[in-house]
């Protein structure tokens, strides 16, 4: 599977923004699609996944209630729709794509195979 991201941008704080992630060439059986950020000086982190087939969701803490990923199937496309953003939100935003995830790995960034390129989102205060 390949993955191109996009929607990033500055967005003050308080706003919202989307990010998509469009995959393509590759078989979509057992695929769970992730997000992760890297922050400046941090590591990389888990923001929340969703199963290509059911629609099962996982989150970190930090995103629960303000961050929201849905997928349309038809367009191969997942998206990561950001609310009520904080300068804390700041990072370079990863899609990623992995097979035959449970859900105690879905937030573990080594079973994901594919990844996008990474879109910046900035949030001023």
């Known amino acids: 599977v390949q993955l191109q991201a996009c929607g990033g941008g500055l967005v003050q704080g308080g706003g919202s923004l989307r990010l998509s992630c469009v995959a393509s060439?590759?078989?979509?059986?057992?695929?769970?699609m992730g997000w992760f950020r890297q922050a400046p000086g941090k590591e990389r982190e888990f923001v929340g996944a969703i199963r290509w087939s059911g629609g099962t969701t996982k989150y970190n803490d930090f995103a629960k209630g303000r961050f929201t990923i849905s997928k349309e199937y038809a367009k191969k496309t997942v998206h990561l729709w950001m609310n009520s953003l904080k300068p804390e939100d700041t990072a370079v935003y990863y899609c990623?794509?992995?097979?035959?995830?449970?859900?105690?790995?879905?937030?573990?960034?080594?079973?994901?195979?594919?990844w996008g390129q990474g879109t910046l989102v900035t949030v001023s205060s």
């Open positions: 060439e590759g078989s979509f059986t057992d695929v769970t």
């Open positions: 990623a794509a992995g097979r035959r995830l449970i859900s105690s790995t879905m937030s573990n960034a080594n079973r994901y195979d594919s």
